[in-house]
């Protein structure tokens, strides 16, 4: 999907991004600042409440240096690279990297059943692990949980008490100290489940957690993209 190639003995390294846009960061502890998105094409799962399926295969092909452009008009600190899934394509991690070394902050936002290794450790990573509701759960790259940085975040979308239990599950599988540095976020799936349900249970369990919710989905309609 990403290719690179030289041209009179310099490198361009294109890949397919469905959208650039700029609006309120949404998700993770970043929640409400202004954002440049780069959202790629591509997903290799098919999650039952995905709320981006355009991003499974429409897009164009953008040299990098015109990716860069784009994200530097809105004059933002703050880039996040989302999809799809991004880490199918061999040169984001390429991208993420020329990013940084301008100066921005750059999220990444994995659906966490690749490896996130080959992304510079300056990137704050976000990965999603699939609880059983999605349908992707056997997908699930847990080697991931022992490469986390302190500042790298987790995050499950909870649609109900089977959902729930899974991700006690998993975080009893992150050292204890690590899992209280690391940032956890557990969402309600939209429309799925009441966000003062999952409070509840986090209360009575007292997990050192974040009750997450989708910030852009309460400011603009959720089905709006660009958002």
């Known amino acids: 999907m990403s290719d690179r190639v030289f041209i009179q003995g310099e490198l361009f390294v294109s890949l397919k991004v469905n959208e650039i846009f700029y609006s309120i960061q949404g998700e993770s502890t970043y929640a409400g600042r202004p954002c440049v998105f780069i959202r790629l094409t591509g997903c290799n799962l098919r999650c039952s409440y995905c709320d981006t399926q355009y991003a499974y295969y429409d897009g164009q092909e953008m040299d990098i240096r015109e990716i860069t452009n784009k994200v530097a008009l809105y004059g933002c600190p703050l880039v996040e690279i989302t999809g799809g899934e991004p880490l199918l394509q061999k040169e984001t991690p390429h991208l993420i990297s020329l990013l940084l070394g301008t100066g921005y902050k750059v999220l990444l936002e994995t659906n966490g ?7 510079d ?7 999603d692990i699939k609880c059983p509701s999605s349908g992707e759960k056997d997908k699930n790259n847990l080697a991931n949980l ?7 975040e987790l995050k499950f979308v909870i649609g109900g008490r089977e959902d729930y239990e899974y991700a006690k599950d998993i975080l009893n599988l ?3 100290g690590s899992s209280n540095k ?6 309600p799936s939209f429309r799925r489940m009441e966000p ?10 007292r997990l050192n957690v974040r009750l997450h919710l989708q910030l852009h989905k ?3 309609i959720p089905e709006q993209k660009g958002v």
Do not use: F, M, Q
């Open 174 to 176: 992150i050292s204890h």
């Open 218 to 220: 309460y400011i603009w």
């Open 196 to 205: 003062k349900e999952l409070a509840a249970w986090i209360l009575n369990d």
């Open 182 to 187: 690391i940032a956890v976020h557990l969402s």
């Open 146 to 152: 022992g490469g986390l940085k302190d500042d790298d």
């Open 113 to 119: 059943s690749l490896d996130i290794t080959p992304v």
């Open 121 to 127: 450790n300056r990137c704050v990573r976000i990965v």
